[in-house]
């Protein structure tokens, strides 16, 4: 196959109709030039050059090969456009995983920066309900990056964000309302707006209570966090929800429970050396897990 120098070096010959000048062009020695050009040619198995007492001209097989010669080297200069704008978080697609929770209270902002500062770079999101179908996810080669809680199995590169609290969603008229904090006890016999088993976090959180001697009794369930806690304003029952479901306009009250039970958030990767990857790692790290000061007011 021909390489890319020895079209380069046709291409400049037949630009410049002279040898010596294309060589000169492409800062190489006559011989230099004069061994592509005979490389291309044993390749070919034919001549592409006519040497003429003063300069040359296509042969009929080199009138043929200059248009695809010149794409050829078009196409190459385009590959290496692509590929320092994508090394330089300029350009190129991001695919990401990320537990539902957490799209808009962590991934919004960071999302919003991207689309702002790097407008070249398409971005797709995929959100699931639990953080073992992030991993599945990455390993089907669905997702360059995930982002959620700590999922059961490692896989690939695991890098921590922070932690989330978990904290009681319910009616501003709720009894519970009135309480500073709420004993992870106190939930025995409520209605828990809860999740369904697709979700992971119903499953933890039945751990976590547990551990305590309670159960959560499910007066409904729900897939998504955000519906849980927005259910749980609305006067549905109460909802144990992660800050990052949260937005700074919910319109309930929140309480912290006690214990105040917390999981670990991180962000995974199979390609470590995607630069691209890592630029969008590393600002999800620099955001990390943030409460609002609204959401803070009412934890207060």
Known sequence: MPTLRALECLV??????????????????????????????RELGTPVLERLPRGVRPTAVGRAVLADARAALA???RVVRT?????????????IACAESMTAGLLAPVLRAWHR?????????????????????LEA???????????????????????EEIVLALATDHPLATRASVPITDLAGLPVVH????NGLGGWLDEVAAEHGTVLD?????KQAATAAELAAAGLGVA???????????AGALRRLKPAPHRDVVTFIVTPSDSLVRRFRSDVRHRGITVPAALLDKLS
């Open 12 to 41: 400049a010959v037949l630009d410049a109709g002279s040898i010596t000048e294309a060589a000169a062009r492409l800062h190489l020695s006559q011989p230099a030039l004069s061994h592509q050009i005979g490389a291309l040619e």
């Open 75 to 77: 196409a190459a200069e």
């Open 83 to 95: 590929g320092r704008a994508v090394a330089g978080g300029g350009a190129g697609t991001l695919r």
């Open 117 to 137: 500062h790097r407008p070249g770079v398409l971005i797709t999101l995929t959100e699931t309900t639990s953080a073992d179908a992030l991993v599945a996810a």
């Open 141 to 163: 080669g669905e997702a360059d990056v995930a982002v959620g809680p700590r999922p059961s199995r490692r896989s690939g590169h695991e890098e921590a964000v922070g932690r």
């Open 195 to 198: 999740y369904h088993p697709d």
């Open 218 to 222: 499910a007066v409904m369930r729900t």
């Open 240 to 250: 144990l929800v992660p800050t990052t479901a949260l937005t700074r306009t919910f």
